[in-house]
């Protein structure tokens, strides 16, 4: 939401542009975050599935803009505080010093909050655009959706088979 101008919500339509203009922030955020998420990995398959998510979340923007484009306007950045404060947190990890193992499982910790805000944003973002009878944004908004879904999942796959067992003491 911008400083010096109030947003105004009249419609579903307003708010549906204004969850776009919000994911397509929070997106590029992201696609800055998750390099660096992944050179502080130490657990290789969660240094892929971040890699592997980055190149996911590039085309998470493609979709965005397709949809921007769909509805006959320019795509356009509002700055997703939510996404922002999220990063911020997952700084201190980057920065932290510290077993790897340990490191690992917040990053996943991190990567996981992200995940769930994105979840959140898309279930609703997708239901707008149902409701509005934009099945070709619908559609969209429900891959990236899946995608993020399977990503969460895969994090938790990880940090339950490889990464937290060893911070914990229970593997054998
Ligand atoms: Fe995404």
Redesign the pocket.
């Known amino acids: 939401m911008g400083i010096f101008t109030r947003d105004s919500f009249n419609s579903l339509d307003d708010l549906l542009v204004h969850e776009l203009k919000d994911l397509y922030d929070a997106?590029q955020q992201?696609t800055t975050a998750l390099p660096k998420m992944a050179d502080r990995a130490k657990n290789p398959t969660l240094r892929k599935a971040f890699q592997s998510h980055l190149q996911?979340?590039e085309k998470?923007v493609q979709r965005l803009e397709s949809v921007f484009e769909h509805r006959g306007l320019e795509p356009e950045r509002e700055t997703c505080s939510a996404m922002a404060g999220l990063i911020k947190e997952g700084d201190v990890i980057l920065d932290a010093d510290g077993d790897s193992d340990v490191i690992d499982a917040a990053l996943i910790a991190t990567a996981q909050r992200v995940e769930h805000y994105?979840i959140a944003a898309y279930g609703t973002a997708r239901c707008f655009a149902h409701h509005l009878n934009d099945e070709y944004a619908a559609e969209l908004l429900g891959q990236?959706l899946d995608e993020?879904k399977a990503t969460d999942q895969q994090l938790t796959k990880i940090a339950e088979g490889a990464v937290n067992p060893s911070t914990t003491g229970s593997r054998r």
């Open positions: 997106e992201l996911q979340t998470h994105e990236t993020e």
